[in-house]
């Protein structure tokens, strides 16, 4: 325990400056690397989705198209059986022995006629839902085939990027993680919430000519001879970024 305390006395608040300078520069590099990529990766999320989407719709077409051809075959077997019983009806009708007998079997065929015709009703509109259903799949269709070709030549773009800074993106993100050991937690922290908030990701700034270099908003003269002394950890009143002096600052550029 003893020897933890001493290691964090010898981390001065001028240190852990230093440290958020630094890493406020290669996260930003790190940045400047993913605004080369700019919109791709959304893009290819966005066509990625779009696929499944499509993908699901298709299987969907095929599925309902299914249904409908069943239903006309259905519809048929009932018209085959209709037209079956009408024959049987009409030779029984020849034979009748009354009238009362001649009438049901009449009322019969009559039924079944429009049973025949009720099925045809139908296979018309199943025939002609199947029609559009299968044009919508073929549009479908169309549309996966030219997003997979836009998908293909969107992750050729970004991985031909990726690739191009992929080692310098590595060196970066392990000099990041270097510079976050030398941070106590709750700074990190603060810095990584200020960061996201801020505008370009910047979290840490300089004074310059006397005013924040985030916000640009005026600094007393009271709070930058603070800043200059390193104490302690100083954030601009307006918008809440971490504050180092111009010294410090130019101490760490190349």
Not at 26 to 54: A, F, M, N, Y
Not at 81 to 86: A, G, L, Q, R, V
Not at 186 to 199: E, G, H, W
């Amino acid at each position: 325990m003893a020897k933890g305390s001493k290691v964090e006395q010898e981390i001065t608040v001028e240190d852990k400056l230093n440290a958020l300078y630094n890493l406020q520069k290669v996260v930003s590099k790190i940045d400047e690397i993913k605004t080369l990529r700019g919109e791709l990766p959304l893009e290819v999320q966005d066509l990625e989705d779009e696929i499944v989407g499509l993908t699901t719709r298709l299987e969907n077409f095929e599925s309902e198209i299914a249904e409908v051809t069943s239903a006309i075959t259905q519809k048929k077997i009932e018209i085959e059986e209709s037209s079956i019983k009408i024959k049987k009806y009409e030779e029984q009708r020849e034979n009748v022995r009354n009238n009362r007998e001649y009438d049901n079997l009449s009322k019969e065929i009559e039924y079944q006629t429009l049973e025949i015709e009720l099925c045809e009703k139908r296979i018309r509109e199943y025939t002609a839902a199947k029609e559009h259903k299968t044009e919508e799949q073929k549009n479908a269709a169309g549309q996966l085939a030219e997003r997979k070709l836009d998908l293909e030549q969107k992750k050729g773009e970004l991985n031909e990027i990726i690739a191009e800074n992929k080692q310098e993106e590595e060196k970066l993100r392990e000099t990041a993680k270097k510079l976050e050991t030398k941070i106590e937690e709750r700074l990190l922290t603060a810095f990584k919430r200020i960061r996201k908030n801020a505008r370009n990701g910047l979290g840490v700034v300089a004074v310059e000519r006397d005013a924040c270099g985030g916000c640009f908003n005026k600094i007393p003269a009271q709070r930058q001879m603070d800043i200059k002394l390193h104490k302690k950890v100083i954030v601009c009143e307006y918008c809440g970024r971490i504050l180092v002096d111009k010294e410090l600052a130019e101490a760490h550029n190349d």
